[in-house]
């Protein structure tokens, strides 16, 4: 649905025992340059809660080739077939593909 209204999406999957999440949000995801390109009215945010395994959730890694949190991934009218981010975000990497996966004007 997302996708068909040309919005970007930011899918964020995380545990809450998982420290590379938590220092991916710390450091990235809550920087305001972040925070504020994700607040951009054409990105929408997905989070997925892995804390228990879900087996839906594990369908979901498995099928894009990842069996572990964190999980990041970004697509957009640009990126249709999306980008899969380093387990360890940056505030540039986020920021690139955010800005790739939006529609060209």
Known sequence: MAQASHKRIFIDVTADWCITCKINKS???????????????????????????????????QRRGSVAVPFNQIYGPAMPQGQ??????????????????????
């Open 27 to 61: 450091r990235v995801l809550a920087s305001a340059d972040v925070r504020n390109a994700l607040a951009a009215e054409d990105v929408v945010l997905l989070r997925g809660d892995w804390t228990h395994a879900d087996p839906t959730l594990t369908q979901f890694l």
């Open 84 to 105: 899969i981010l380093s387990p360890l975000l940056s505030r540039d990497a986020v920021l690139s593909a955010l800005s790739r996966a939006k529609e060209k004007q």
